[in-house]
């Protein structure tokens, strides 16, 4: 039997861009569920580095990404202190500045061009030589070429983030249902005024303030339908085929490494060519990630693992000594131009929240905002993570740099 429930809106996907909406939607008082197939987070959200680093990933020929990377990355420190006193949790919020070396002089050409372009933008970075750099993290390799060092940068952990936006978002009233699939949209004529969902298995969750522990299918009816789903947003079945997002899966690969003696293995972030290191405070190094198009594989292989240990031994060789804690393959949500879709979709009633590719956890901030100015039909349209838009003219990017 099918219950029938109402909500001002449903969110598809509980990552934590589809979390950090519900939380602030529900901070504005609408009335918020959040159906999740799996648990909080287990997607692209579990296998993030968390860098939160717009000026040293800085790309040519994305000004609209920079654009929108910046202004997240300005709204953080607020969005994490706020978050942490809603929560009680910390968030792993650090301003720890990010180092990007040139291994050889190939990788030390680039990297002066990217420095030249982070000049002409009037971008915080500087260029410093071997002996400076070494200064700032002693634990470099013996021979290389110089670094850029963007002292802004900073990072979260994204399992401690998702911890606190769960529980903000219980504490507003947020309804969390996990492990439940959308199988179809409920339409009155072209509106989509909800979804049915079907349990699909029993969560480790039940019970835990706010999580509805339902045993069959249910008709979630809402005014707005907000769909964050991650890298599965492209084959949303339940919307018409017009309606769908061109969203992909991308691969990456990540591993966590770890310190016997539980201090920080590194100082700051730090960043080849080819792989970044993202040390966190408990001993913890995350490097990251392979670039993979191989479609909704997760499979962790032995290539993606030697070549990650390979490139972070090149760049700080006392990875070597460290403890192998994990290793684990994640999807990103991709898109034609690498920028995300947040804005109304292609029927009344749906919104996108997805397509964040490398930096979903950097634009959460944003991305919560306009959903929500969106939502409450705020008019200032210039704070909109970015609108959802047709593919045809547009030139289609390959992923570039490594996948945080």
Known sequence: M????????????????????????????????VAERDEPGSGATRVAAGMLAPVGELSFG????????LAAARLYPKFA???EAASGMSTGYERLGALH???????????????????????????LPPRKCRDLEPGLTPSFHGGVFAAGEAAVDPRALMRALLAAARAEGVEVLTGTDVVAGVFEGERLVGVRTRRIRESGERGQGGSSPHSGDDALRAETVVLAGGAW?????????????PVRPVKG???????????????????????????RSDGRLIVGATVEEVGFDTTVTAGGVHELLREAYRLLPD?????????????????PDNLPLVGRGAVD??????GHFRNGILLAPLASQTVADLVAGAPDSRRRSSSPRGTAGKTERPPQGVGR
């Open 253 to 279: 690969q990540v591993l966590e490494l770890g310190r016997r003696d539980g201090e920080p293995p590194a100082r700051h972030i730090l960043a080849s060519e080819r792989v970044y290191l993202v040390p």
């Open 2 to 33: 099918t219950e029938k429930r109402s909500f001002d809106v449903v969110i598809v996907g509980g990552g934590v861009i589809g979390l950090a909406c519900a939380w602030r939607l529900a901070q504005r008082g609408a009335r918020v569920a």
């Open 62 to 69: 994305e000004p609209e990404l920079l654009e929108l990377t």
């Open 233 to 245: 947003s492209g084959a949303a079945d339940w919307l018409p085929g017009h309606a769908r997002p």
């Open 81 to 83: 202190a706020e978050l």
């Open 101 to 127: 070396v040139a291994l050889d002089r190939d990788e030390a050409a680039q990297l002066r061009r990217l420095h030249e372009l982070q000049r002409s933008l009037e971008l915080e970075a500087e260029w």
């Open 349 to 354: 009633g749906l919104v996108l929240a997805t």
């Open 319 to 335: 990875v070597a000594e460290m403890e192998l804690v994990a290793a684990a393959a994640g999807l990103r949500p991709g898109t």
